[in-house]
């Protein structure tokens, strides 16, 4: 019985989904189809979920957190911290790169999106790398991979989204991803090292001083005053994370428009538009996939599953390897949010069957699906990048295999070395 | 007039979007600085905030920017992309009517009902009528998408004869 439902529920979405049903339509559609043709629930309950899978206060921090983050790239907060990251790693060898990963790095503290991440600074860095003579096709790669990292560092939609569905502490999810965000971003430093030590390309120009480097903390202070509000706040039991979202989008507004005085109505009005157009895009289909994991959970699928791989394999590493096989594959053709809310709800009880923490369980998804952000044929940064450069998306794709090798490689450390996730949660809570 | 429509829906959209705004922050300022919590403030902007998911959901199809997978398709002829097209939208047309039918449903259960919610006591029925109205929106966008892509189709395939 559960075979059969697997088999149709799964066949129909990657039927619908291949002729280019939307994502969310097409688990919808199975859901229902399925539903009708294998057990007696009332089709109501798919409404019913469209509903009630969104009446939730959490959730909230989705749209604020995208809006915030547009509202922040709107305002001029890109270019500054451009040049706080220049003034600290701009020297090295191959120092543009390095101003790139470092900025993406500090921007994903600020936005909780990695598009918005990759054209933020990927406008500025892209074509400065080029004026230097950088492979146009690495440059454009090197920010598409840094980009990933905007759901990764805190704050994220994507552990937001995981936190609503699995009932983890957002909170304690966003610390959880600071010290994997760090690792990933340190690796693709080192990748830019290399590419830059062999192609030999400049170091910057000016040694950093201190001068140069207190003048662009200034200049950016204000910004960087966002993590501390989002996580201090929270931590500090001074509000909830969609509160803190909330926070972040009056003090972006505030410093955008008065402090650096880059807002007009116009462009507030844009960025109003474009979160309700994305959350409008996305959000929705939380509520049907909620339907169809519900829906899985009464046809005893996830049972089904996790008895099938322990007939396979009794051993919980190669059960993780294999997840993480998924979630790459999956993440190749659909978008981190629409993957981790189909694949999640089947595959949290398989993992936490072999003792795994839903915790960071949390952070191997993000980080796995993250990744599919810059594998083709569906990367959405690789689109980005190559919209906001004009570099063919094949020439990028050239160049970005290597970002993939060495972010898998952190993936598989990330998740056999649990600590790396949880241990800064533990230190901070408990 | 048209253009004054479209242009309607999005300053809802925007308008709904900066009330939930400021709802979530004044229950953090009230909070924070007066000792007081709100409760209403967090149900209305659960409300507003299902309200801006569904109405969204119907604005992005206008906008076409729904997610879907691409790589697949693009690799069709034209013509046979053309069909599949077709085979696509119909599905998704056939799924909003049937959401904002069992949507529907639902709400007027709800309304008979005269279920309160628990802190405003608004009749839960105005909040869930967003899944139907959202998806009956949705359904209309694809109707129009629809046509034109059929029209598309036949002025296409009238220009080869005529070559």
């Given at each position: ?9 799964f066949?129909l ?16 559609v ?42 922040m ?13 220049d ?56 920010t ?14 994507s ?29 693709m ?21 201190m ?24 931590y ?8 803190a ?21 116009e ?10 157009l ?61 993957a ?11 993992v ?17 699906l ?58 901070v809570?408990? | 007039?048209?253009?004054f ?83 696509a ?61 059929l ?13």
């Amino acid at each position: 019985m559960s075979g059969m439902v697997v088999l149709l529920v799964f066949g129909l979405i990657a039927f619908t989904m291949t002729i280019g049903v939307p994502i969310g339509i097409a688990v919808g559609v199975s859901t229902a189809v399925t539903m009708y043709l294998t057990s007696n629930t009332p089709l109501v309950f798919i409404s019913q979920n469209a509903f009630t899978a969104l009446d939730s206060f959490p959730l909230l921090a989705v749209p604020l957190f995208i809006l915030s983050g547009n509202l922040m790239s709107y305002g001029g907060i890109s270019r500054r911290l451009v040049r706080l990251a220049d003034s600290m790693v701009g020297f090295v060898t191959g120092g543009l790169a390095m101003v790139t990963v470092m900025a993406c790095m500090f921007f994903s503290a600020i936005s909780g999106s990695s598009v918005a991440t990759v054209s933020g600074i990927g406008s500025f860095m892209i074509p400065e790398m080029r004026k230097k003579k950088y492979d146009a096709g690495f440059a454009a790669a090197l920010t598409a991979a840094a980009g990933s990292l905007g759901v990764i560092i805190p704050p994220s939609i994507s552990f937001v989204v995981y936190g609503v569905m699995t009932g983890v502490s957002i909170g304690e999810l966003f610390i959880a991803g600071i010290i994997p965000g760090l690792l990933l971003g340190f690796a693709m430093m080192a990748v830019a090292y290399i590419v830059s030590k062999k192609n030999d390309y400049p170091k910057g120009e000016t040694y950093p001083s201190m001068k140069d480097f207190i003048a662009s903390l200034k200049d950016s202070f204000a910004a960087i005053m966002v993590p501390v509000i989002i996580l201090g706040g929270i931590y500090g039991g001074i509000f909830t994370p969609t509160e803190a979202a909330g926070v972040a989008v009056v003090y972006s507004l505030f410093v955008g428009w008065f402090v650096y005085k880059e807002l007009s109505g116009e462009k507030l009005f844009s960025a109003f538009l474009e979160t309700v157009l994305v959350n409008g895009a996305v959000t929705f289909m939380i509520g049907l996939s909620m339907a169809f994991a519900r829906f899985l959970t009464i046809a005893g699928v996830p049972r089904f599953i996790t008895t099938s791989i322990l007939e396979f394999t009794q051993n919980g590493a190669i059960t993780l390897l294999l997840v993480n096989i998924i979630f790459l594959a999956v993440g190749c053709f659909i978008d981190n949010l629409s993957a981790a809310i189909i694949l999640v709800p089947i595959l949290l009880p398989v993992v936490t069957s072999f003792g795994v923490d839903p915790l960071h369980f949390g952070v191997i998804s993000t980080v796995a699906l993250a990744i599919g952000f810059i594998t083709p044929p569906y990367g959405p940064n690789l689109f980005v990048a190559s919209s906001i450069s004009g570099v063919s998306i094949e020439k990028i794709t050239r160049k970005v295999w290597f970002f993939c090798v060495v972010l898998i490689g952190v993936l598989l450390l990330i998740t056999y070395i649990p600590v790396l996730s949880t241990g800064l949660v533990h230190f901070v809570y408990r | 007039m048209k253009s004054f429509f479209d242009r309607f829906e999005e300053y809802v959209l925007v308008g709904g979007l900066a009330v939930l705004v400021f709802l979530v922050f004044l229950q953090v300022v009230m909070r924070y600085f007066f000792q007081t919590s709100l409760t209403w403030s967090e149900e209305i902007a659960r409300f507003l905030f299902l309200w801006l998911v569904w109405l969204g959901a119907a604005y992005a199809a206008k906008r076409q920017a729904h997610l879907k997978i691409e790589a697949f398709i693009q690799k069709l002829s034209s013509k046979s992309r053309k069909n599949i097209d077709i085979l696509a939208l119909l599905i998704w047309i056939a799924f909003s009517a049937f959401l904002a039918w069992k949507g529907g449903e639902l709400t007027m259960i709800l309304f008979r009902r005269n279920q309160l919610s628990p802190v405003l006591e608004i009749r839960m029925a105005w909040a869930y009528a967003a899944v139907p109205v959202g998806a009956g929106l949705m359904f209309l966008r694809l109707l129009v998408q629809l046509r034109r892509t059929l029209r598309e189709k036949t002025s296409r395939a009238s220009a080869e004869v005529s070559k």
